[in-house]
T-cell receptor
Framework: EAGVTQFPSHSVIEKGQTVTLRCDPI?????LYWYRRVMGKEIKFLLH????????ESGMPNNRFLAERTGGTYSTLKVQPAELEDSGVYFC?????????????????FGSGTQLSVL | KNEVEQSPQNLTAQEGEFITINCSYS?????LHWLQQHPGGGIVSLFM???GKKKHGRLIATINIQEKHSSLHITASHPRDSAVYTC????????????FGAGTILRVKS
């Protein structure tokens, strides 16, 4: 079974440009999460999709970030225009049911991440 | 100050050594997770704990809810254990989202 895949693995862009990151969750996983680790800091939650709906987008840093999940399959995260502080590793994860809910032992599967460098 | 503190930040061990990585948090939680990421690889969820202890192979995770502390132990460490280990917690005070520690970079030398 294919795991969570992310594309591209690396992206180097200039400040002001646009970048789109893609995440393909495990087939059948309704729950899709985006996280990121910016330089030297801990991983932070960005948002959570349930199918095509945004369940929680409280972690999105500002309106330069737009996430979509049309059709409830793969998701894209677009940064426009990119700024220097957006550099970091962007992780996607998926689960069949919402992860971490008390009483469940639902496993969360992560992708390898996209390393974004904004110059 | 991070809400989830991990120690040490970096750890170098000799093959065969017993390794302990610690994680402390400041508020009540519903679950704590230990994650592993090998160089160039994705993140793998090792354990999810809400109480007590779990064991998988040479890996053991414990949690003390009263002391708000968890440890990840690796017995008979091996170079293939070299990775970044991160703890993450979930609780109502965090809006039921995952809050991550900064990670511990482990290198096991042969």
């Amino acid at each position: 079974e294919a795991g969570v895949t992310q594309f591209p693995s690396h992206s180097v862009i200039e400040k002001g440009q646009t970048v789109t990151l893609r995440c393909d969750p495990i087939s059948g996983h309704d729950n899709l999460y985006w996280y990121r680790r910016v330089m030297g800091k801990e991983i932070k939650f960005l948002l959570h999709f349930v199918k095509e709906s945004k369940q929680d987008e409280s972690g999105m840093p500002n309106n330069r970030f737009l996430a979509e999940r049309t059709g409830g399959t793969y998701s894209t995260l677009k940064v426009q225009p990119a700024e220097l502080e957006d550099s970091g590793v962007y992780f996607c994860a998926s689960s069949l049911r919402p992860w971490g809910r008390r009483g469940t032992n639902e496993k969360l599967f992560f992708g390898s991440g996209t390393q974004l460098s904004v110059l | 100050k991070n809400e989830v503190e991990q120690s040490p930040q970096n750890l170098t061990a000799q093959e065969g050594e017993f390794i302990t990585i610690n994680c402390s948090y400041s508020v009540g939680i519903s679950a704590l997770h230990w994650l592993q990421q090998h160089p160039g690889g994705g993140i793998v969820s090792l354990f999810m704990l809400s109480s007590g202890k779990k064991k998988h192979g040479r890996l053991i995770a414990t949690i003390n809810i009263q002391e708000k502390h968890s440890s990840l132990h690796i017995t008979a460490s091996h170079p293939r254990d070299s990775a970044v280990y991160t703890c993450a917690v979930r609780g109502m005070e965090y809006g039921n989202k995952l809050v991550f520690g900064a990670g511990t970079i482990l290198r096991v030398k042969s």
